[in-house]
């Protein structure tokens, strides 16, 4: 497979806290802060939230990254540093697929003369929908992006 190899800004960020349970429910925590920037989230381009799962909390974190004229509904907010990352896409709730071509990525990297896996506390791996609300009740179904983070090998490590 071919890999795309992008770069993220730093950017300030609301968080949903991490989530042991993952109760997307719309009284859970995932659920209640999937509402809230759902219902500010602008007609631009990138990408704005990011769902992990974060090693230390064992549990799914959501990121939504603020505008600066954008209200933080009272959630704490984090900064995010940025860095490059691999992306993969696949059909959302497929985990065979994201499972393989997760291990296809760890593999592209661990081949690689250049880059090398950049996961560490609050640098993990995470996903974001791309597909448009309208077409995803049309056709039933999102596409999700893979971002895996990645570093140059030369890269002192943070």
Known sequence: MDF????LPPFTAVTSGPDPACDFS???????FDQFFSSITPNDSPPRDF???????????WWYALREDMPDGGFEKVEFNGGMYLTFFYRDH???AHNQLYQEALAYLE???????????G?????????PPDLIDAQGYAIMECFVPV????????
């Open 4 to 7: 795309r190899i992008i770069s």
């Open 26 to 32: 719309p009284t859970g925590t995932l659920g209640k």
């Open 51 to 61: 769902l992990f799962f974060n090693q230390e909390a064992g549990g799914f974190e």
């Open 94 to 96: 497929d985990e065979d």
């Open 111 to 121: 081949n690689s003369n250049v880059l090398e896996l950049d996961e560490r506390p």
């Open 123 to 131: 640098h993990y791996s995470m996903g974001h929908i791309i597909t």
């Open 151 to 158: 570093r140059l090998k030369t890269a002192p490590q943070p």
